[in-house]
C-alpha cells in the first residue's frame, strides 16, 4: 500500500479514546516530502507477510530504550501494515512520546493503521476530522499525483483512459472526483473520499485500471489532505523520482 499522508496526531484525542475505538484525529502540520519520499521508497526494503510474525515482541521492543532509531522505525513501519487494534494501540501509545527523530515517521505509520481499520470498526457516530483541505461535509478532499512510468510524456489518449478511470472507480466507491488535470509528465487528482474508505484503495483501483490497458504508470503516487500542492512543490516531487 502507497499511502503518503499529511498529518499529525493531537494527544488529547488519542488519551480519550477507548482502547477498542479509533480517536478524533486532527492534523495540525505537514511532513516534509522527503519522509513521504523514504517511507515509500521503505516498501521495498520490508517483507510485511514475513515481518508480521511476532507483533507482540515488536511492540515490547518499540518500548524498550536500548533499541536503535533503525530498528525502531522498521518496526513501526511493519505495526502501521498489520492494521490490528493491537498495533494500532501501540501506535497510539508511541506517537503520545515519540521519539523526537522518529514522531514524523511514527505519524504515517498510524494513520497506515488506522486506514486499513477505519472501515471495519468506526463507529456511525464516530468523528473523523483530518483534512486541513476540508470536503463536502461528508466526504474529504484529498489531492493526487500520479505519474508515468521512466518519466514519459502523457499521450491523449492515456490522458482519456486516466480521465475514464478516475470517473469510472469515483462513481464506483462512492467518491467524487473534483477536478482532473494534466502536466507532461503526470496526472494531478482531486478527489473527495468517504471517511470510511481508505484513500489508497481509490488511487490504487484508478492506477491498475488504467495499466490493465495499457502499463504506463508508476504504482507510487503522491497524496495529501492538508494543502493542495503548489506548482513548485509538485516538481520538487517530480525531480525526487527515481
Known sequence: ?????????????????????????????????????????????????????????????????????VEKKRILFILGHCGTLESYNALKQYCETPDHDLAPWATLCLMECRSWLAGEILDDDSEMVMSGAGGDGTRLRFYFIITTANHRVITMQQQEIISGAAKTTAAKMSAMLESLSFGEQYAFLTVLISPDKAPAEVIEEIINECNSKEDFLRIHYFVSNVEKPTPEMIQQYLRELS
Open 1 to 69: 500500500m502507497n499511502w503518503v499522508k499529511y498529518f499529525t496526531i493531537t494527544s488529547q484525542a488519542m488519551k480519550n479514546a477507548p482502547k477498542n475505538t479509533i480517536p478524533v484525529i486532527r492534523s495540525t502540520q505537514t511532513i516534509p516530502i522527503e519522509i513521504h519520499k523514504e517511507y515509500l521508497n521503505y516498501h521495498d526494503g520490508v517483507d510485511l507477510e514475513k515481518e508480521k510474525a511476532g507483533v507482540a515482541q515488536k511492540i515490547a521492543a518499540l518500548f524498550d530504550a536500548t533499541v536503535s532509531a
